[in-house]
């Protein structure tokens, strides 16, 4: 507990293919296009180094463009997109799918491509096929050179062992909700054992956890924020945590992360929130109606 290797934002964890991953990811849900594109200027100018998105966040156009003008090589930054889950109800789906986001993003290659969901609402009964056939239009994608990695999120542990039956090529990364709310405990053990790198989306559960009277103790103790408590905190659990923001002094705020450590009494202290707040998902019956609040 407490100290972690990484000593900033260009620092990286190396996935199952030799591949480098920046330590904190850049998170853009919810982030409107106009705002995506400043925010991700704004942080690519701070000195993030690795931004999340996802076609079905209708950003990637803008966070292309942000990561054009930024003036910083292509090659140092590191870019996460997600495949929708209509977009692969068969194999050319998936290759298509691809081939849009990278037109949208301006790039000729993505670095990490996720399979967004492990289970598609109206397909729940065919999960297992599908996510096969799935798998192998993205090893076709990775292994010609379309995605430097490629993985999967909100996959739990059934669904990862039944890909494991047909896979080729292993997942680099689950990217998952883990936050102290919601540890996962048995899914990441799971993808540590079978070296699945550990992304924590929304580590600071959307701004939930922001005013919570032990976070905000902790966060007092250390002359901190409460949003860099946890995400020092996702650091020290080993994930690779992808806080959000559109606005610059937060965005910057949350990457000064690198000069303290919490002690074996915070994480004590923050242990006690598992259960305490909003859980993962359950894929059978999640409902992504209001995946993108701004759209209909
Ligand atoms: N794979 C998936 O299914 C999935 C699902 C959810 C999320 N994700 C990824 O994970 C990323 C993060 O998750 P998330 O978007 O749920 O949220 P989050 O990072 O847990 O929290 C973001 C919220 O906290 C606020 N915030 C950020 N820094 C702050 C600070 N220093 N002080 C006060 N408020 C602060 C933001 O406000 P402002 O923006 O107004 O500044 C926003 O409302 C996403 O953006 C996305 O890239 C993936």
Same mark, same amino acid.
């Given at each position: 507990?407490? !100290?972690i290797? *990484?000593?900033s934002?260009?620092d990286?964890?190396? @996935?199952n293919?030799?591949?480098?991953?920046?330590?904190? +990811?850049?998170g853009?849900?919810?982030?409107k296009?106009?705002?995506a594109?400043?925010?991700?200027k704004?942080a690519?100018?701070?000195?993030?180094r690795?931004?999340?998105t996802?076609?079905?966040?209708?950003?990637?156009?803008?966070?292309g463009k942000a990561?054009?003008?930024?003036g910083v090589?292509?090659?140092?930054i590191f870019?996460?997109?997600?495949l929708?889950?209509?977009q692969r109800l068969?194999?050319?789906d998936?290759l298509?799918a691809?081939?849009?986001s990278?037109?949208r993003?301006?790039?000729?290659y993505i670095d990490?491509?996720l399979?967004?969901?492990?289970?598609i609402?109206n397909?729940?009964?065919?999960?297992q !096929?599908l996510? *096969?056939?799935t798998?192998r239009?993205?090893e076709y @994608?990775?292994?010609h050179?379309?995605?430097?990695?490629i +993985?999967?999120?909100?996959y739990?542990?059934r669904?990862?062992?039944?890909?494991?039956?047909?896979q080729e090529?292993v997942?680099?990364?689950?990217?998952?909700?883990?936050?102290?709310?919601?540890?996962q405990?048995e899914?990441?053990?799971?993808d540590t054992?079978n070296?699945?790198?550990?992304?924590?989306?929304?580590p600071?559960?959307t701004?939930?956890?922001?005013n919570n009277a032990?976070?905000t103790?902790?966060?007092?103790?250390h002359n901190?924020s409460?949003?860099?408590?946890l995400?020092?905190?996702s650091?020290?659990?080993?994930?690779?945590p992808?806080?959000?923001s559109?606005?610059p002094?937060?965005i910057a705020a949350?990457?000064q992360?690198?000069?303290?450590?919490l002690?074996?009494?915070?994480?004590?202290?923050?242990?006690?929130?598992?259960?305490?707040g909003p859980?993962?998902?359950d894929p059978r019956?999640v409902?992504?109606?209001?995946?993108i609040?701004?759209?209909?």
């Amino acid at each position: 507990m407490g !100290k972690i290797k *990484a000593q900033s934002l260009t620092d990286t964890y190396t @996935l199952n293919n030799g591949v480098h991953i920046p330590v904190i +990811g850049f998170g853009t849900w919810q982030a409107k296009p106009d705002d995506a594109y400043t925010a991700v200027k704004a942080a690519l100018a701070i000195g993030y180094r690795h931004i999340d998105t996802a076609a079905v966040y209708g950003n990637e156009e803008a966070v292309g463009k942000a990561i054009k003008d930024s003036g910083v090589p292509r090659q140092d930054i590191f870019v996460t997109t997600k495949l929708w889950n209509e977009q692969r109800l068969n194999y050319d789906d998936v290759l298509h799918a691809q081939f849009d986001s990278l037109q949208r993003l301006g790039l000729d290659y993505i670095d990490l491509y996720l399979v967004h969901c492990a289970e598609i609402a109206n397909h729940h009964q065919e999960w297992q !096929k599908l996510n *096969a056939t799935t798998w192998r239009a993205m090893e076709y @994608l990775y292994t010609h050179g379309a995605a430097r990695a490629i +993985g999967v999120s909100n996959y739990m542990v059934r669904h990862l062992k039944e890909l494991a039956k047909t896979q080729e090529v292993v997942p680099a990364v689950n990217q998952n909700y883990l936050n102290p709310f919601d540890r996962q405990e048995e899914l990441v053990a799971y993808d540590t054992t079978n070296n699945i790198l550990n992304e924590a989306y929304s580590p600071l559960v959307t701004g939930e956890l922001l005013n919570n009277a032990i976070v905000t103790a902790i966060a007092k103790k250390h002359n901190r924020s409460a949003a860099q408590i946890l995400i020092r905190w996702s650091l020290e659990e080993g994930f690779l945590p992808l806080p959000k923001s559109i606005h610059p002094d937060y965005i910057a705020a949350n990457a000064q992360v690198f000069d303290f450590e919490l002690d074996a009494d915070d994480h004590e202290q923050i242990a006690t929130l598992q259960g305490k707040g909003p859980m993962n998902d359950d894929p059978r019956t999640v409902d992504f109606t209001n995946f993108i609040p701004w759209e209909d």
